[in-house]
């Protein structure tokens, strides 16, 4: 079995040397290389090329979320394949729906636990998105409170949520799931597996797919990524 290889992009010592500590205990995890700014940390990426790079929003030298879209930038035509799990302390839904539209695979809170933090680095190498679900708590409660009021946002973040060039927060609320779907658009939301959803719902792991799929064609979404920054934004789960 291949390990997942991570890279740590992180300038505290000892939060990178906690996190190296808690993840080596997993036989399945190798920690191929460490940074403790982004200058050092992007060049070792392009060289070690691995599967995920574990970034702290707060570099001293230049924050993750720019780390990120500059690596992302770069990753366009090539072999580099690397997916981005960002470590931060910042709790608000500014900050994620910046690092999504750079091109963040996940999202972490930096007082994640062990299991969380694992299941984070399972979910994200398997290509789907984790979002702590802190996070997503926070974003769902603002979003409750301003049902109505329009937020302004970044272009970034409107190019993520706008995959079909013209759609509007209006038309992603015109969208009808069912019963069952939202519940699984809920779940993926707060970072959960297939294997997860399925185990909560009781139902198969093949019938959890056969919704996602539908909440991807509902939502004119990519992937679980945009889907769950899309139901964040509009208010479809909560």
């Given at each position: 079995m291949?390990k997942?290889?991570?890279?740590l992009i992180e300038?505290?010592?000892?939060?990178?040397v906690g996190?190296?500590t808690?993840?080596?205990q997993k036989?399945?995890?190798e920690?191929?290389?460490?940074a403790?700014?982004?200058?050092?940390?992007l060049k070792?990426?392009?060289?070690?090329?691995?599967d995920i790079?574990?970034v702290?929003?707060?570099?001293?030298?230049?924050?993750g979320?720019?780390?990120?879209r500059?690596?992302?930038?770069t990753s366009?035509?090539s072999?580099l394949?690397?997916k981005?799990l960002?470590l931060t302390?910042?709790d608000?839904?500014e900050?994620?729906?910046?690092?999504f539209?750079a091109g963040?695979?996940?999202y972490c809170m930096?007082d994640?636990k062990?299991?969380?933090?694992?299941?984070a680095?399972r979910v994200?190498y398997?290509?789907?998105?984790w979002i702590?679900?802190?996070?997503a708590?926070i974003?769902l409660?603002?979003?409750?409170?301003?049902p109505a009021?329009?937020?302004?946002?970044?272009?970034?973040?409107k190019s993520?949520?706008?995959?079909s060039?013209?759609?509007?927060?209006?038309h992603?609320?015109?969208?009808t799931?069912?019963?069952?779907?939202l519940?699984?658009?809920?779940?993926?939301?707060?970072?959960c597996?297939n294997a997860?959803?399925?185990e909560?719902?009781?139902?198969t792991?093949g019938?959890v797919?056969?919704?996602v799929?539908?909440i991807?064609n509902?939502?004119?979404?990519?992937?679980r990524?945009q889907a769950?920054?899309?139901?964040?934004?509009?208010?479809?789960v909560?």
């Amino acid at each position: 079995m291949s390990k997942i290889r991570i890279a740590l992009i992180e300038d505290h010592d000892l939060t990178r040397v906690g996190i190296r500590t808690a993840l080596l205990q997993k036989e399945e995890i190798e920690i191929v290389g460490e940074a403790a700014n982004a200058a050092e940390g992007l060049k070792m990426l392009k060289t070690l090329q691995p599967d995920i790079a574990i970034v702290d929003i707060g570099l001293p030298d230049k924050d993750g979320i720019e780390l990120t879209r500059e690596l992302k930038s770069t990753s366009n035509g090539s072999e580099l394949t690397t997916k981005v799990l960002i470590l931060t302390l910042r709790d608000n839904k500014e900050a994620v729906l910046a690092a999504f539209a750079a091109g963040a695979d996940s999202y972490c809170m930096k007082d994640i636990k062990f299991d969380n933090l694992l299941e984070a680095v399972r979910v994200t190498y398997n290509g789907n998105a984790w979002i702590d679900p802190a996070i997503a708590r926070i974003v769902l409660q603002q979003a409750q409170q301003n049902p109505a009021k329009p937020e302004i946002v970044s272009s970034d973040t409107k190019s993520l949520m706008n995959t079909s060039g013209g759609e509007t927060h209006e038309h992603i609320d015109a969208y009808t799931l069912t019963e069952r779907e939202l519940e699984v658009l809920q779940l993926i939301v707060e970072g959960c597996s297939n294997a997860v959803i399925a185990e909560r719902l009781y139902i198969t792991v093949g019938t959890v797919k056969t919704h996602v799929r539908n909440i991807l064609n509902k939502l004119c979404a990519d992937d679980r990524t945009q889907a769950a920054v899309r139901a964040l934004r509009s208010g479809l789960v909560g």
